[in-house]
Each structure stands twice: as structure tokens, then as C-alpha cells.
């Protein structure tokens, strides 16, 4: 059993890491990741529907691309949930598609960047506090209910400590090594 917990806290951890990885691909300095935009929401016709299934992106110029919409009446939401991002994408209409310039690399949007990444990084390690927190109290419970002894408490609690401090510095890992990407 207590191995299974471990193992349960340990699965919750990971996949907190793995979102964390998948919303700090979108702080990419070089060029724009795609699958931002596509894994984005919009409300059509009563519907959250991705905008993969609405949309097609193409190179416009190396500054620019192109999203073509299948649906033009969708074209005003489409911006906005762009917009929202706070990427500095600017946006222009050209007949029923989108272009979307992509900023200027400057130190001001660099540090932009670098303070949304932190923003992010402080997000995570509360919800990895979070996850942390969950199991002391699973683990009170636990010994409240003689379902484990104060023995097995404290290994729990030891690994809890040490697994959390695992994941914490592979957070802050990413995060420089992301912080790297987005300032040099």
C-alpha cells in the first residue's frame, strides 16, 4: 500500500511537470510554436471547440503568418483568443484570413517573456505544494484511522519531502534552462 502511494504521488508530480513543459513551449524567442495557437479554444456555435479544427496556419514571410479560417463568421474570436495570449502578436485582416506578425526580439520583450516564465515556474511549484499538502492530509487521515502506524507516517512523509524536492528542482531546471532561450 504504501508503495502504491508513492507511486501515486510521484504520477501526480510527473504529470504536473509535463504540464509545465507544455505551457512554457509557447515562451519560444526563435519562432512561434503552432500548437499554441491550435490547442487554443473558441466558442463556436454553443461549442469550446479547439482551433484545429477551425483553422489552417501557413508561412506568410519569416515576420509573419498566415491562419486561414474555414468558418470567417469566427474571425473576430479568433483574434481575441490571440490577443489574450499577451505574446505581443499583432494581428491584421487580409480578405478572410489572419496575419499574424510576430514581434521584434527586443531586451523589453525578452524580459516580457522571462517575467510570464516566472510567472509560470511560481504557478507550478504551488501546485506541486499543493499536490504535497494533499498527501500530508491523506496521511493524517491515514493514522487517524489506524489504516498505518506512525512508522509507516513518517517514511510517507520522508519520501513525500524527498519527491517534492525532486520535482521542484526539475521545474527550476526547465525554467533555466527556458530562461536561457528566452534572454540570450
Known amino acids: 500500500m504504501l508503495n502504491e502511494i508513492l507511486?501515486?504521488?510521484?504520477?501526480?508530480?510527473?504529470?504536473?511537470?509535463?504540464?509545465?513543459?507544455?505551457?512554457?513551449?509557447?515562451?519560444?524567442?526563435?519562432?512561434?510554436?503552432?500548437?499554441?495557437?491550435?490547442?487554443?479554444?473558441?466558442?463556436?456555435?454553443?461549442?469550446?471547440?479547439?482551433?484545429?479544427?477551425?483553422?489552417?496556419?501557413?508561412?506568410n514571410t519569416n515576420n509573419s503568418f498566415r491562419i486561414v479560417l474555414f468558418?470567417?463568421?469566427?474571425?473576430?474570436?479568433?483574434?481575441?483568443?490571440?490577443?489574450?495570449?499577451?505574446?505581443?502578436?499583432?494581428?491584421?485582416?487580409?480578405?478572410?484570413?489572419?496575419?499574424?506578425n510576430l514581434p521584434y526580439i527586443t531586451e523589453e520583450y525578452r524580459f516580457k517573456m522571462f517575467n510570464l516564465l516566472k510567472k509560470e515556474l511560481e504557478k507550478f511549484k504551488i501546485l506541486i505544494r499543493n499536490i504535497r499538502q494533499l498527501f500530508r492530509n491523506k496521511f493524517k487521515d491515514l493514522l487517524k484511522k489506524k489504516i498505518i502506524n506512525i512508522d509507516d507516517n513518517n517514511f510517507l512523509n520522508n519520501n513525500l519531502n524527498n519527491i517534492t524536492l525532486k520535482y521542484n528542482k526539475l521545474l527550476e531546471k526547465k525554467f533555466f534552462n527556458k530562461k536561457d532561450n528566452i534572454l540570450n
Open 7 to 59: 507511486k501515486d504521488i510521484d504520477t501526480k508530480m510527473s504529470n504536473c511537470i509535463l504540464n509545465f513543459d507544455k505551457e512554457i513551449s509557447k515562451f519560444n524567442i526563435k519562432n512561434i510554436n503552432f500548437d499554441l495557437i491550435y490547442n487554443l479554444y473558441i466558442n463556436y456555435h454553443g461549442i469550446n471547440t479547439k482551433l484545429n479544427k477551425l483553422i489552417n496556419i501557413n508561412f
Open 71 to 100: 468558418d470567417k463568421s469566427i474571425r473576430n474570436k479568433v483574434r481575441n483568443v490571440i490577443d489574450n495570449l499577451n505574446l505581443n502578436l499583432t494581428s491584421n485582416l487580409d480578405n478572410n484570413d489572419i496575419i499574424i
